[in-house]
């Protein structure tokens, strides 16, 4: 269904982009800072179950704006492709994050993986990012067009769960080097731009 060079292009990319400071691990490195690693991994479990609702929403729309019309398809990749670009330009733009390391009580497990579902799925920005990223890597004239949406949905919610894990379990090391590197972060957002923006071109130039 998928060539070796389309998946390993989907795995890189995914993994640059759960790395490049944002939302989602930012949330996972202070919680895992403020409250030890079991926070931060119970999160990460909590912002992979909420990547499953958005996955389902983007294999049912794309399928059928797939199937519909050139028009849809043509005026989904155009707004994709721009809200790439408004990501490019805000990545490259953003200054440092500070990390707020102030002390938080220890809640149980099953309130960290519900805080890191809500964190999920209340942001909009997470369901039109899978609606811009997911369909770039699928391919119409090989097999159903939403098999591959979930198939990709689950290989972005794997390499989410390894990488955010990692920023938890090294949660203690990353904070206290962030603080004390601002050009880290900024470079870190440099390459998250640069990712965006190929995508966003990609996006545009694909043909239906």
């Known amino acids: 269904m998928f060539s070796l060079e389309i998946l390993l292009a989907f795995i890189t990319a995914s993994t640059l982009l759960a790395f490049a400071p944002g939302p989602d691990n930012i949330f996972v490195l202070t919680q895992s800072a403020m409250s030890g690693p079991r926070a ?4 990460t479990l909590g912002l992979c179950t909420g990547l499953i609702v958005h996955t389902l929403a983007v294999a049912a729309g794309v399928a ?10 043509t005026a989904l990749k155009m707004i994709g492709a721009a ?3 408004y990501l490019a330009w805000g990545a490259f733009r953003a200054g440092t994050q500070e990390i707020d390391a102030e002390g938080d009580t220890r809640l149980s497990s099953s309130a960290y993986y519900r805080r890191g579902i809500i964190m999920n799925i209340t942001n909009p920005k997470v369901a039109i990012f899978f609606l811009a990223f997911l369909p770039q890597f699928t391919q119409a004239d090989t097999a159903n ?8 949905g689950a290989v972005f919610m794997a390499v989410s769960l390894i990488c955010f894990s990692m920023i938890a379990i090294l949660s203690g090391f990353l904070s206290a080097y962030l603080r004390r590197s601002p050009q880290a972060q900024l470079r870190l957002n440099q390459i998250a731009g640069g990712v965006f923006a190929i995508l966003a071109i990609k996006l545009a130039t ?3």
């Open 40 to 43: 931060g991994i119970f999160i």
């Open 64 to 73: 059928a704006l797939f199937q519909v019309s050139t028009v849809a398809f």
């Open 83 to 85: 809200y790439l670009l």
């Open 145 to 152: 067009v939403s098999v591959q949406v979930f198939i990709l």
């Open 206 to 208: 694909t043909e239906r």
